[in-house]
């Protein structure tokens, strides 16, 4: 399936040497994308996110031992693996800005799209969403509720996008040109570090754009082709050597 390119390509810099592993972001990402409390996070069967914080290490003893910590929503792919692989068309790749769009009500369940994804950031709803009563209260209104058997995904809060071109119109702005700020998923306006980014790749006045051109960005498996719209950061090498899963021996490990 083939899409058109836009203009606009929305994108995230995560700078590991800032995150700290706080899983702020990941509560965020839940409460505004409807996810319901899990029961018994010890049960992996049950345990729903959309984004997920990996800790990495170098690998070595004490003192030289070092740690860094990885978020990882959708990659959000110029080229998804999960789009060619949905049988009934349920996954968008969004033609104004980019991002890949589950549509639920289309979805069969068949998680095709969840084993050709090779970051991991698809997730299957075994069960119906509960909320403890007078949770419910607390739910955002322009996110749908997903029923269980539907594969889910971060959005990128594909829905501040639509309210920030809404805000647009109303102040009399061009919602298709919206200024930096205008539009933050709510993993990055709540990192209490300032460790991630949000804008657009293709626009220079976008501090994205400066942070996706340095020499200590990378992207996670960047050889696969995928094309992925999420970056991150660090001055450690060992770190950008594990992000793209590079093999090494004995000699060279954790360098």
């Known amino acids: 399936m083939e899409h058109k390119e836009s203009n606009i390509k929305w994108g995230m810099v995560i700078d590991l040497d800032k995150c700290t592993g706080c899983g702020a972001c990941m509560v965020a990402c839940e409460a505004e994308n409807n996810i319901a409390p899990t029961p018994d996070s010890s049960n992996k069967l049950r345990t729903l996110s959309w984004l997920l914080v990996y800790e990495m290490n170098n690998g070595k003893a004490y003192p030289e031992h070092d740690v860094a910590y990885l978020p990882r929503p959708c990659m959000q792919c110029g080229n998804p693996s999960c789009l060619h692989v949905c049988p009934v068309v349920a996954i968008d790749k969004n033609e104004?800005?980019?991002?890949?769009?589950?549509?639920?009500?289309?979805?069969?369940?068949?998680?095709?799209?969840?084993?050709?994804?090779?970051?991991?950031?698809?997730?299957?709803?075994?069960?119906?969403?509960?909320?403890?009563?007078?949770?419910?209260?607390?739910?955002?209104?322009?996110?749908?509720?997903?029923?269980?058997?539907?594969?889910?995904?971060?959005?990128?809060?594909?829905?501040?996008?639509?309210?920030?071109?809404?805000?647009?119109?109303?102040?009399?702005?061009?919602?298709?040109h919206l200024e930096e700020g205008d539009y933050i998923p709510a993993c990055v306006?709540?990192?209490?570090?300032?460790?991630?980014?949000?804008?657009?790749?293709?626009?220079?006045?976008?501090?994205?754009?400066?942070?996706?051109?340095?020499?200590?960005a990378f992207r996670l498996l960047e050889r696969l082709g995928t094309d992925p719209q999420v970056y991150y950061s660090s001055k450690r090498e060992w770190v950008r050597r594990q992000g793209d899963n590079y093999l090494t021996n004995e000699k060279t490990k954790g360098e």
């Open 96 to 176: 104004e800005g980019g991002i890949v769009s589950q549509v639920y009500p289309r979805c069969i369940g068949c998680r095709y799209c969840m084993a050709a994804c090779p970051y991991h950031a698809r997730y299957f709803n075994w069960f119906d969403p509960i909320w403890p009563e007078g949770m419910e209260k607390t739910l955002t209104p322009n996110v749908s509720v997903r029923p269980r058997g539907v594969a889910e995904k971060c959005t990128f809060c594909h829905h501040k996008f639509a309210e920030a071109k809404e805000r647009a119109r109303a102040e009399g702005r061009d919602p298709s």
């Open 189 to 216: 306006a709540a990192c209490p570090n300032g460790a991630m980014h949000f804008g657009d790749l293709n626009n220079p006045k976008h501090k994205v754009y400066e942070l996706s051109h340095k020499p200590e």
